[in-house]
Each structure stands twice: as C-alpha cells, then as structure tokens.
C-alpha cells in the first residue's frame, strides 16, 4: 500500500507562486501515475493535474494550463506541483492521489495542503 504525504501549501499574493511536494512510501513501484486534485469550500474536488510515473507524460486541467507545471523525481518518490501566476480563485485544499494502473481510479490519497491566494 502506498502512501501520501503533501507538504509547502502556504498563504500567498495573487500572482505569486507556491511549490506543492508529494512524498510517496510504500509500493511505489506499483504506481501508474500521480495527480493533484484540489477542493474550494463549497465546491466538489476537481482535477489540477496529472503524471505518469515511468514514461512522465503531464496533463492539465484547462484553468491551470499554462500557469501551474506537475514533474517527479522518481528517485525521490516525489511529485511536484510548481504553481505561478496564482488567483485567489485557486485557493483550496490540494490533494495529492495515486492510481495502480490506467483502467483503476485514484485510490491512495493524501491528507491535503492549504493553498490560500489573497488579492
């Protein structure tokens, strides 16, 4: 079984950046790919973004392209979130999640960072 451990969420200005780590023990071999998720109070959980863990192929969700870029370093078992250009409309708790394999969902979660973006 693995498991999820975020850190760096913090409190920042619009237009600052923030750099979200994910920190994977465990079965990591067994891993297919690494996401973020984030939640806004109120509002359902929705995807951010997403790497394949051997081959390293990225996808993002539209309202972060551009502004927000996912890598790991598979030596470290760590996933990274480098966010830039933040609007307060990003902030949430994000969560990072692990999928087995591409036909099985995300079933290994973390506990979650706050992101706060202040205007």
């Known amino acids: 079984q693995e498991h999820l451990v975020e850190s760096g969420g913090g409190l920042v200005q619009a237009g600052g950046s923030l750099r979200l780590s994910c920190v994977a023990s465990g079965r990591t071999f067994s891993i297919h790919s690494m996401a973020w998720f984030r939640q806004a109070p109120g509002k359902e959980r929705e995807f951010v973004a997403l790497i394949t863990w051997s081959a390293g192929s990225t996808y993002y969700a539209d309202s972060v392209k551009g502004r927000f870029t996912i890598s790991r370093d598979n030596a470290k078992n760590t996933v990274y979130l480098q966010m830039n250009s933040l609007k307060p409309e990003d902030t949430a708790v994000y969560y990072c999640?692990?999928?087995?394999?591409?036909?099985?969902?995300?079933?290994?979660w973390g506990q979650g960072t706050q992101v706060t973006v202040s205007s």
């Open positions: 999640a692990a999928q087995k394999s591409a036909t099985t969902g995300y079933d290994t």
